[in-house]
């Protein structure tokens, strides 16, 4: 069993930045793509970003040139950093890991951008 476990969420002010991390556990994190989703109130579950287990990334349109994801296998995490934040970037974001057998997903963090 794979836990997931973020952190970094809060309050944040409209051109701000904040790092998001998402620490799991077991032994097959390095093997797989993880990433990012987030779920403003209302909508459904969107991409955000991904990185495959070679280190290739993508990104939803709405986030390219100001999300950047980056993983540490040695430490089994992945990150968001999150720049130039904008006040529709609000939502709960949840980090995943996609294996061949089952996908794991965290229990999410709040991420409210606002003045």
């Known amino acids: 069993q794979v836990r997931m476990v973020e952190s970094g969420g809060g309050l944040v002010q409209p051109g701000g930045s904040l790092r998001l991390s998402c620490a799991a556990s077991?032994?097959?994190?390095?093997?797989?793509?993880v990433g990012w989703y987030r779920q403003a109130p209302g909508k459904q579950r969107d991409m955000v970003a991904g990185?495959?287990?070679?280190?290739?990334?993508n990104y939803a349109d709405s986030v390219k040139g100001r999300f950047t994801i980056s993983r540490d296998n040695t430490k089994n995490t992945v990150y968001l950093q999150m720049n130039s934040l904008k006040p529709e970037d609000t939502a709960v974001y949840y980090c995943?890991?996609?294996?061949?057998?089952?996908?794991?997903w965290g229990q999410g963090t709040q991420v409210t951008v606002s003045s």
């Open positions: 995943y890991l996609r294996s061949t057998t089952k996908n794991y």
């Open positions: 077991g032994n097959i994190f390095s093997l797989n793509p």
């Open positions: 990185i495959s287990s070679a280190g290739i990334t």
